[in-house]
């Protein structure tokens, strides 16, 4: 490929992103000498041609207005020739190519009120899902859920309290899980716990029975020919949802029983050790809106036992893993009960994807 960037001639999918690259990244592109942190809230990427990108980091709401959007796009107008991004976990990040420029716009969005911070030993911004907002399936909300945690830990996103490494939450409103809830430290996944609910007037309307049937992953639908409807068996049904999202004629939201489980221990990262998956810890807490005090509390005892426990640089599943999990229960005072337990005989042992300890 040339150097010069590329215009892709297609109208199917998504415009080649190197055309949207700030200048400084696009001259630098795979040439990259090192970066160091400067401050919780800017970084610098030193190029082997010895060009510099600062690197400002802001926190969102993730769900955000066109206003925000506006804010944002005037500030990096101003600032960085137009150019920003979002991290994945709906960080805002300001590309510069000089420490002047970063310093003043690091100025700038904090007397604008922005929460700047998130870089190295901190809790940057949650990684989170639709919720009630907008999606179909949603056992809790996630922008509510989310807002309560960030209210919570503001103090470690902007660093006025460090931790011994980098601690990453995620949000998750069904087990459908578009939130990174299975590789994060501390997460939260909206469960349901009753099978969905048939309305055979409306399945015989709205639905195909045999997609219906199809869309479920344990076989527990069948057809009801007398009501031109379905069945479900209860006791095979895990309430993933997944049969609503087919015939909406199946609801599964349900505020009694609906609520979300605390998985804790997962990283993407490979250094010192391998990406891990989240184990559960605490099965289910009740759905508890506007300010879910259960979930936060949760949160907080697990973060405080880590904080107090764990060894500089040590992830928090790299500290279970070192004192064991039973002493990781003994230590935070959950309680280890039996949905802890993962008896599915037929998962071979090397998966390590069950979320629950093999027995
Ligand atoms: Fe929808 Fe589930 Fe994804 Fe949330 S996690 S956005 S409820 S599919
Ligand atoms: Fe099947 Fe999931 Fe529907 Fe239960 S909720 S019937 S497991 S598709």
Redesign the pocket.
């Known amino acids: 490929m040339s150097d010069a960037l590329p215009e892709r001639q297609t109208d199917i999918g998504p415009p080649d992103y190197k055309q949207f690259l700030p200048p400084v990244v696009a001259k630098n592109y795979g040439k990259w000498k090192y970066h160091e942190r400067i401050s919780n809230a800017m970084m610098v990427h030193v190029g082997e041609s010895g060009d510099k990108c600062y690197t400002v980091r802001a926190a969102s709401p993730r769900l955000i207005s066109t206003d925000f959007i506006r804010d944002l796009t005037k500030m990096a107008d101003k600032h960085c020739g137009g150019f920003l991004r979002f991290t994945t976990r709906n960080n805002v990040e300001f590309l510069v190519d000089d420490e002047n420029k970063a310093k003043a716009l690091e100025k700038d969005l904090r007397d604008a009120g922005y929460m700047l911070g998130g870089i190295g030993d901190t809790i940057s911004n949650v990684v989170h899902t639709q919720g009630w907002v907008h999606c179909h399936s949603a056992a809790t909300d996630a922008s509510g859920l989310v807002k309560v945690l960030m209210d919570e830990f503001a103090d470690y996103f902007t660093g006025k309290k460090g931790l011994p490494a980098r601690v990453r939450l995620a949000v998750a409103c069904c087990t459908n899980m578009c939130g990174a809830v299975h590789c994060s430290d501390i997460a939260v996944v909206g469960i349901?716990r009753k099978?969905?609910r048939i309305n055979d007037e409306e399945v015989k309307k709205a639905c195909e029975v045999p997609s219906t049937i199809a869309?479920?992953?344990?076989g527990?639908?069948s057809p009801n020919p007398a009501a031109k409807s379905v069945k479900?068996k209860e006791d095979?049904?895990?309430?993933?949802?997944?049969?609503?999202s087919v015939c909406p004629a199946?609801p599964?939201s349900d505020p009694e029983n609906d609520g979300v489980a605390v998985v804790v221990g997962g990283k993407i990262g490979s250094l010192r050790s391998n990406p891990k998956f989240s184990k559960l810890v605490i099965p289910f807490l009740k759905n508890n809106p506007p300010r879910w005090p259960e979930v936060t509390a949760a949160f907080r005892n697990i973060l405080t036992v880590y904080e107090q426990g764990a060894r500089k640089h040590e992830r928090l599943g790299e500290w279970v893993d070192r004192i064991g999990w039973e002493k990781f229960f003994a230590l935070t005072k959950i309680p280890f009960t039996h949905q802890h337990i993962d008896d599915f005989t037929i998962a071979r042992e090397t998966f390590r994807a069950s979320v629950a300890f093999k027995w």
């Open positions: 349901h099978p969905p869309s479920c992953p344990t527990a639908i479900i095979k049904c895990m309430y993933c949802g997944n049969c609503y199946l599964i």
